[in-house]
């Protein structure tokens, strides 16, 4: 006898445009975590070399020129995304990361990561 599991999405069987899908749920955490890694060893590697304010340094990216440990997410449409920004803890507000702007013109979406740092994503449609 098959169990059938069910989720938030509300469907018997789930399919893989179920974002509750528990190994879409693991796949986004292990993205996290490797995104994580990779910016502290960048972070580590560039206090090494410039200093402690080089820890507060944000990162962007052209979508397809980011490095790939942040293209790992299952997101809704990356076709759409035009750019990553990778924002240092305690940053405090990055205004020109917010959705209606030159950044995300259409939205911005946000990922928190473990180790304090947030991902955004800007999409143009």
Not at 70 to 84: G, H, N, T
Request: net charge negative.
């Amino acid at each position: 006898m098959r169990t059938v599991m069910t989720c938030s999405c509300n469907q018997d069987a789930h399919t893989e445009c179920c974002w509750m899908h528990p190994y879409k749920v693991a796949a986004r955490q292990a993205a996290r975590d490797a995104a994580s890694v990779w910016l502290d060893n960048w972070r580590d590697s560039m206090v090494a070399a410039c200093g402690e304010k080089a820890a507060r340094t944000i990162l962007v990216w052209r979508h397809y020129e980011a490095p790939e440990v942040f293209e790992a997410w299952d997101l809704a449409s990356q076709d759409d995304m035009d750019w990553i920004a990778a924002i240092p803890p305690d940053s405090g507000t990055v205004w020109w990361a917010e959705e209606g702007g030159q950044f995300g013109c259409f939205d911005v979406e946000a990922v928190d990561l473990p180790n304090g740092w947030q991902l955004r994503y800007g999409y143009h449609s």
